[in-house]
């Protein structure tokens, strides 16, 4: 991996979770730079379950990247400086079905170390092993303003992970 990034724990992260992940967004990545699918998130968030620190990420079965995220036991969380905030709008808006993101963007693949695929143009970079999934039940929805996000179809698939590393520039 790039020498830029230093290693730090979990518990040592200063960023706010919560901007982090719903305003600045992520990249959630599947596979090795062999083969892999990346999709930009703005769903998720981090904490302790298990006696581990954990990430947790959802993914609609309807995505690329879901088919990676089902074959692999390993994701990465990826987080960008402001100025790639295009990127990851088309990294979220075309399906790598259709298009080499890293191609069509100017991402950098980059080998993690835990059979991951990170990017090199990452501030930050979060390698997580697959500890638990969940589908998303409509029929266990308290609020039913939830509902719209969904059109009744499509219901994502919650991935707890064990966060394994943390990476920052």
Excluded at 91 to 111: Q, V, W, Y
């Amino acid at each position: 991996m790039n020498n830029d990034f230093k290693p730090i724990e979990a518990n040592k992260l200063t960023d706010n979770v919560f901007s982090l992940i719903s305003k600045d967004w992520m990249l959630i990545t599947s596979g090795t730079v062999d083969n892999y699918n990346t999709m930009t998130a703005s769903w998720g968030g981090m904490g302790h379950l298990w006696n581990k620190n954990v990430c947790f990420v959802f993914v609609r079965p309807s995505r690329y990247t879901y088919e990676f995220m089902e074959k692999n036991d390993t994701f990465s969380l990826s987080f960008f400086p402001k100025e790639w905030r295009n990127v990851l709008t088309i990294c979220g808006t075309k399906s790598g079905r259709d298009i080499n993101k890293a191609k069509e963007t100017g991402l950098i693949p980059i080998a993690g170390d835990n059979q991951t695929t990170v990017f090199e143009q990452s501030r930050l970079i979060i390698e997580c092993k697959k500890l638990y999934y969940q589908d998303i039940l409509p029929k266990n929805f308290l609020d039913p303003a939830i509902e719209k996000n969904y059109n009744g179809s499509d219901y994502h698939r919650m991935y707890v992970g064990e966060i394994l590393s943390v990476k920052k520039k």
